[in-house]
């Protein structure tokens, strides 16, 4: 079955440092997803890219959708302890649109 | 109020012990979900449900059962509890094209002992 794969699991980084968290799934996708999930909290939607090469921007955090619609990306400017969290990213497994959620990056910040 | 309610946020049961773990929404979204996490995992869709008399299984299902009473209402259900059931359990709501993403609810943490 479908599968989408999240590389790195964890990540620490100086609070300034830039972070990137890389998505890739077994096949194509009509479009992806972004969530992020706070420590104890529940995942919030952040965004969806929908065409190839697309590439959308909320504040410090920069998110592309790859050319063959098959991997994604999040990058992070200048991380602050507020990114603090994990995040995941989904696509959908089939015709149904139900999402396949990649197994998350874990990011944490030091101040 | 959170628009998508879960009850109870935190429970401790015995093995063997039927629990039911209860979502409500008010997005008026048709669709509705239940998936569980575990520590350091990501998201494992247990049963989906797209309207009231729709009911599908997701990877995991063995072990849970689920009732969509209403459309604002998704139940799931852990027939006979057993410790490998403990996990954070996530409510989750969309619409059909679900442009604006899942919208979660805030999580039911259940430990089996």
């Known amino acids: 079955g479908q599968q989408v794969m999240q590389i790195p699991q964890y990540q620490h980084v100086q609070e300034g440092e830039d972070f990137t968290t890389y998505c890739n799934s077994s096949?194509?996708?009509?479009?992806i997803q972004w969530y992020k999930q706070r420590p104890g909290g529940h995942p919030v939607f952040l965004i969806q890219?929908?065409?190839?090469?697309e590439v959308k921007k909320q504040k410090r955090l920069t998110f592309q959708f790859g050319e063959a619609k098959k991997n994604s990306s999040l990058h992070i400017t200048a991380t602050q302890t507020t990114d603090v969290g994990t995040y995941f990213c989904?696509?959908?497994?089939?015709?149904?649109?139900?999402?396949?959620f990649g197994g998350g990056t874990r990011l944490m910040v030091k101040p | 109020d959170a628009d998508v309610t879960q009850t109870p946020r935190n429970r401790i049961t015995k093995t063997g012990k039927r629990i039911m773990l209860e979502c409500s929404q008010t997005?008026?979204?048709?669709?509705m979900y239940w998936y569980r996490q575990d520590p350091g995992l990501g998201l494992q869709l247990i049963y989906y449900s797209f309207d009231v008399k729709d009911i599908n299984k997701g990877e995991i299902s063995d072990g849970y059962s689920v009732s969509r009473q209403a459309q604002a209402k998704f139940s799931l259900s852990l027939e006979s509890a057993i410790p490998n059931q403990t996990a954070l359990y996530f409510c989750?709501?969309?619409?059909?094209?679900?442009?604006?993403?899942?919208?979660f609810g805030s999580g039911t943490r259940l430990t089996v002992v």
């Open positions: 997005k008026g979204h048709d669709r």
């Open positions: 096949t194509t996708l009509s479009n």
């Open positions: 989750a709501t969309s619409d059909q094209r679900y442009v604006t993403g899942y919208t």
């Open positions: 989904a696509g959908p497994r089939n015709a149904g649109n139900m999402l396949t």
């Open positions: 890219l929908v065409k190839s090469g």
